[in-house]
């Protein structure tokens, strides 16, 4: 340890010790902040630190942003700020107001990068004993990234009082840090990496990687250097952790993405399964939600303000109104005229498409809406690992879990779900019992319509809410339904939540756009070995 160090350490100890509070003088030790050596300046800042004055906060603060003076009639440091007569000026000892100056009365107390850096470790020392938790709780992150070996003192302190175990714990794995990168006792560094190989977490990583670096590269390399084997075992483990929690995380972004392609293509595996239709309008039925959605939070900013955090509720059901309403409209208006023609039918449902983008950019323009999440969908939960769940994720993986449980009891339990079921496995024989096919056709429609406004109100959580909201996943609806069997319900849900967790596995490696270019080569090489997809409907138009 270098001469400035070891004073700082001895002037702490001493201090904290019991020294009697008149040697730390604010005045005296402010004014040597002003002297030309840095020593003395590191020494002075030291000295404020320990002293454990509220005020010397102030005076660091000060001479961090250069409002830090010294009163060149009386000698004494005063904090100042600009004003139109000069200088507003306060006592940098106790903060008393002395009124307003002429700039040639005051001399500007000078800082370094150097002392820069000091400062701010030093700031963030002192607020390790502040009343307010937060404030301890924020001062513990930062010397931990600053590492500053100044403030090791109060930082055994501020553990040694603390009582809030989440600070505490904080507290603790920043002195950890501290120790591990800057004592000078080869068993306090080894106890320090002990206790950091305990975390899981990319900061603690980059610490233990920064000792290994550092040891590897010292002058005098020792074959058997205990640090460097105690750091390297460490950031083995760490790595060996964060690479599990790393496919934990992948999962539950694949989870999130496969909920989100099953919600956009649960409606259109219905449609498509039972009537057959290539219906390129799908996407809309996406945005036409996402956009009424925005509109009933606008209506609830204006009218239910104190009730704004469950405008969400009352737009999935006007969504899936709005949504099930156009769809119905277009296959009486459009598509049951073209049965049979599906080419034709696939233009015709691309020109909706485009009419529907079209009268969306005339009503509400061609940019984003804001739609905000309400509060329980806001933040996250920070699991071990770096492993982030946020709460707008997770509340769209049981909102999709929800819609799946409702339509499978409309389908299964419901007499037009028999009516449907019907339908899909032999249209001719369902007509010849009496089912009106043209009406369970429409409600088909209307139904697939509605879930992707459904769809819609989930992505306006995560997504942009524009015109072109729809186009995003309308390609990757198709892939979902194709690959896990047309018109099947069960075969959409696995197709969607194994491309959704194969993409967020393949993204790392092979960057965004090759993944889901990779997912649609597999998919089209899976088709070509099964047409009919995982799981194909069986009935005898099927079959046929």
């Known amino acids: 340890m270098n001469l400035p160090r070891f004073l700082l350490f001895f002037w702490i100890a ?20 002003s002297l030309k050596s840095t020593k003395t300046k590191i020494l002075a800042i030291e000295r404020l630190v320990a002293s454990g004055d509220d005020q010397a906060v102030a005076i660091l603060q000060a001479f961090l942003v250069g409002n830090l003076f010294v009163h060149t009639l009386d000698k004494t440091p005063v904090i100042g700020r600009p004003s139109p007569e000069g200088y507003h000026i306060k006592s940098a000892v106790n903060g008393r107001d002395l009124g307003t100056v002429k700039k040639t009365a005051l001399k500007k107390i000078r800082i370094n990068n150097k002392l820069r850096k000091i400062v701010r470790g030093a700031l963030g020392g002192l607020t390790l004993l502040s009343p307010d938790r937060d404030l301890r709780l924020n001062a513990a992150k930062s010397v931990f990234k600053s590492h ?14 603390e009582t809030d175990d989440h600070v505490l714990a904080a507290m603790k794995r920043s002195l950890a840090a501290v120790q591990a990168t800057n004592s000078t006792q080869t068993a306090v560094r080894l106890s320090a990496i002990e206790q950091l190989a305990a975390y899981t977490d990319q900061d603690v990583r980059t610490v233990i990687a920064e000792i290994v670096g550092k040891e590897q590269t010292s002058e005098a390399v020792d074959p058997v250097n205990p640090v460097r084997i105690a750091a390297e075992k460490a950031l083995s483990g760490i790595e060996a952790r ?4 790393g496919y934990v995380a992948s999962i539950f972004q694949g989870l999130s993405l496969g909920s989100v392609l099953l919600l956009a293509a649960m409606g259109l595996a219905i449609t498509f399964g039972v009537m057959g239709v290539i219906n390129m309008a799908h996407g809309e039925m996406v945005m036409l939600g996402a956009y009424t959605t925005y509109l009933v939070q606008d209506l609830f900013k204006i009218h239910l303000a104190a009730y704004f955090d469950w405008s969400i509720l009352l737009a999935i059901p006007a969504a899936f109104v709005v949504a099930g309403a156009t769809g119905v409209i277009i296959e009486r208006s459009v598509i049951r005229f073209l049965y049979g ?24 323009g061609p940019t984003n809406q804001e739609v905000v999440n309400p509060s329980w969908m806001s933040g996250a939960v920070e699991i071990t690992g770096g492993l982030t ?43 010849s019992m009496g089912i009106r096919t043209g009406w369970v056709d429409a409600m088909t429609f209307g139904l697939g319509s509605g879930i992707a406004g459904m769809a819609g109100v989930a992505l306006s959580q995560i997504d942009n ?8 996943y309308i390609i990757d609806s198709f892939m979902v339904v194709v690959f896990g069997g047309v018109g099947n319900l069960w075969g959409t849900v696995v197709g969607a939540l194994s491309l959704g967790i194969v993409n967020k596995f393949l993204e790392p490696l092979s960057g965004a756009v090759l993944a889901k270019i990779l997912i649609l080569i597999a998919v089209i090489l899976f088709i070509q070995k099964r047409p009919r997809g995982l799981f194909a409907l069986k009935g005898r138009a099927m079959e046929g």
């Open 14 to 33: 001493i201090i904290l010790g019991g020294l009697s509070p008149a040697f730390a003088d604010l005045g005296a030790d402010t004014n040597k902040l």
């Open 148 to 161: 500053d070996v100044l403030v090791i003192v109060l930082l055994e302190k501020a553990i040694l009082r």
């Open 242 to 245: 964060l690479k599990i929690w």
């Open 341 to 364: 023609r599906p080419l034709e039918t696939l233009l015709a449902t691309w020109g909706l498409s485009l009419m529907l983008q079209q009268l969306v950019r005339s009503l509400f």
């Open 389 to 431: 769940l946020t709460y707008n994720r997770i509340w769209i993986i049981v909102f999709a879990i929800l819609v799946l449980a409702l339509v499978t009891f409309l389908i299964k339990k419901t007499s037009f779900g028999l009516r449907m079921r019907a339908v899909t496995q032999n249209r001719a024989m369902a007509s």
């Open 465 to 472: 809410v524009s015109p072109n909201l729809g186009q995003a």
